[in-house]
């Protein structure tokens, strides 16, 4: 099996930095793209930032400039450096990853259980 464990949400001042985490375990053999989610209360679940296993980037653009997504290989955990806070990136953060799993070697989609991620005004 494979998980992901998010870690590092809470709540912040607008303004403020927050880092998340997210360490994928269980039966890896590799890990391909990885990236951050999130879903605010009524609101569809957005692509915020995702990384390639090559280090190729992409942002959803109300955050560039702001978060900053970055990922340790050789430990298969991928961050969410999140400066600036605003009330507006309010939410529930996903993280997801594509994982080739070393019992089928077919590569599967996983997600994490969710971190709430909270800027008061």
């Known amino acids: 099996q494979v998980q992901l464990v998010e870690s590092g949400g809470g709540l912040v001042q607008a303004g403020g930095s927050l880092r998340l985490s997210c360490a994928a375990s269980?039966?890896?053999?590799?890990?391909?793209?990885m990236g951050w989610y999130r879903q605010a209360p009524g609101h569809q679940r957005e692509l915020v930032a995702a990384?390639?296993?090559?280090?190729?980037?992409n942002y959803l653009d109300t955050v560039k400039g702001r978060f900053t997504i970055s990922r340790d290989n050789a430990e298969n955990t991928v961050y969410l450096q999140m400066n600036s806070l605003k009330p507006e990136d309010t939410a529930v953060y996903y993280c997801?990853?594509?994982?080739?799993?070393?019992?089928?070697?077919?590569?599967?989609?996983?997600w994490g259980q969710g971190t709430q991620v909270t800027v008061s005004s």
């Open positions: 990384i390639t296993r090559t280090g190729r980037i």
């Open positions: 269980g039966t890896i053999f590799s890990v391909n793209r």
């Open positions: 997801n990853a594509d994982i080739r799993d070393y019992r089928d070697y077919v590569e599967h989609n996983y």
